[in-house]
């Protein structure tokens, strides 16, 4: 198959490279050409674990390339997927689709033969049936089908949840592009992965509802937490307890500082305005993005608290600035609340992370980072674990008690045991546990 991957971010990338790896002939166009002349030279512009390897071996091959322009690439192409974003527009919590309709209009002007049109991108329902629209008036004669493909990999873990992946959701009716995805998938099927075709609408739909469903069950456990502390419980036993029921699961029943991220906190926006717009306000979710919103200002008062109710004069050393480890992805971390509250309430704050500090300090303008997490404790009045990296898991308690200016550490992703911490001296607080 040849494919054309329009938009090369964090999921076109990911999505080009294993489809080049299934054996399909791939190239992954942006219009950013800063980023494709990196890509060229064989550098990664983001971060994600075995990336590197992956793109390497598949441009080796000649199956992957990069280019800015897409008009060869998409008369060429079976199959054109949109990888491009959809951000949140400003009021309102609509997906901002001027991407998306920018590339109908590009790639209708270049369809030659059957193609199939693909969105992967997370898009509200009725979108396909736009760009369709969009594809048909600028070009009535061309023979096109457009399919919606939501993607459902994490970052961290891009790679194996795309190449085994829990599903995949196809939705369209028509018979030949089923045949098209069907063969571009066709690695999973041998994996026995689930293929669900459905109708267009109900796999855009899809996508957002699991996002909103996983966003919900993040915030529940966290206002679960807030009542352990009142009750005296620990959420983790009570998490434990919980998951162990099938029906529940165990997964995203992590307490922590509230959930970020270049999804949820969009897409539960999203749904909630499709569910405002249709006259039918999906209340559980608005309630989730409240609780959210206002958990990331509360986590910083926990620092407060925890050095005395004052911050004038303190240093706080922050550890972990992405939104969860094993990615430079900074959209909507907890830590670009947080840290602008600790400020405002007259702290200065050193912070480390192992691949977010360059994004943050452009997002945070005169932050202060160094590159080792020991230097970021020293002489600080408290440590603050913002992000559970594997490194922060493992640190050297003796050796960050004794660079800390005093033994006091927030812990807000659960890592340590409160037990263990005390033992070493610390004060030591946590989400939802004594
Ligand atoms: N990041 C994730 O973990 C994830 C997971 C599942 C789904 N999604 C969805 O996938 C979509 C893409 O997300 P992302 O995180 O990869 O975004 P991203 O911002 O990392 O990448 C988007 C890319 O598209 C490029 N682009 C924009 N307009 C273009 C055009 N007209 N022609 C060519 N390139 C263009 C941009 O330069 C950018 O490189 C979004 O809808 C998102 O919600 C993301």
Redesign the pocket.
């Known amino acids: 198959m040849r494919i054309a991957m ?8 990911v999505s080009g490279a294993c489809f080049s790896d299934f054996g399909h002939e791939v190239i992954c ?4 050409a800063a ?1 494709i002349a990196q890509l060229r030279s064989g550098a990664i512009p ?1 971060f994600e674990p075995g990336l590197d390897q992956l793109v390497a071996r598949n441009v080796e091959s000649g199956r992957l390339t990069f280019s800015c322009e ?1 008009a060869a690439a998409v008369r060429a192409a079976d199959a054109i997927f949109l ?4 951000p949140s527009r400003r009021g309102g919590g609509f ?1 901002d689709l001027s ?1 998306i309709y ?2 109908a209009r ?1 790639v209708a002007g270049e369809i030659d033969g059957f193609t199939v049109i693909v969105i ?4 509200p329902v009725g979108t396909n049936d736009e760009v369709e629209a969009i594809i048909r008036q600028a070009r009535p004669d061309a023979d096109f089908a457009v399919v919606s493909n ?6 961290g873990a ?1 790679i194996e949840d795309f190449k085994r992946p829990d599903r995949v959701v196809v939705g369209t009716e028509d018979e030949r592009a089923r045949a098209v995805m069907r063969e571009v998938y066709r690695p999973l099927f041998i994996n026995e992965t689930p293929i669900l075709f459905t109708r267009r609408r109900a796999a855009e739909l899809i ?1 957002y509802a699991s996002n909103a469903f996983l966003a919900t069950k993040i915030t529940f456990i966290n206002e679960i937490a807030d009542l352990c502390e009142k009750c005296g419980a620990d959420v983790q036993e009570v998490a434990r307890g919980m998951g162990l029921d099938r029906r529940i699961a165990r997964q995203f029943l992590h307490a922590g500082p509230g959930f970020g ?3 949820f906190p ?2 539960t926006a999203a749904l909630a305005a499709i569910g405002q717009r249709h006259g039918t306000p999906i209340k559980i979710v608005e309630a989730v993005i409240g609780v959210n919103d206002a958990r990331k200002q509360a986590m910083a008062e926990r620092v407060v608290a925890a050095c005395g109710g004052s911050l004038a004069g303190k240093t706080i050393a922050v550890l972990g600035l992405t939104f969860k480890p094993n990615t430079d ?1 900074m959209r909507e971390a907890p830590s670009l609340v947080i840290i602008p509250a600790l400020i405002a309430r007259g702290a200065r704050v050193r912070a480390h992370d192992p691949h977010g500090m360059t994004e943050a300090k452009r997002l945070l303008p005169g932050l202060e980072t160094v590159s080792d997490p020991y230097a970021c404790v020293t002489d600080a009045d408290a440590m603050v674990i913002l992000t559970e990296w594997d490194q922060y898991r493992a640190l050297d308690l003796a050796r960050v008690k004794a660079a800390l200016k005093r033994p006091v550490v927030v812990d807000l992703r659960n890592i340590y045991r409160p037990a263990d911490m005390a033992a070493e001296g610390f004060a030591y607080i946590s989400v939802g546990r004594q």
């Open positions: 329009i938009g090369t971010g964090y999921v076109g990338l166009i942006d219009n950013d980023k983001i897409s990888a491009v974003g959809t997906a991407f920018d590339c590009e992967k991108s997370t898009v939501p993607e459902f990999l994490r970052e891009a996508k991220g270049s999804c969009k897409d992805d």
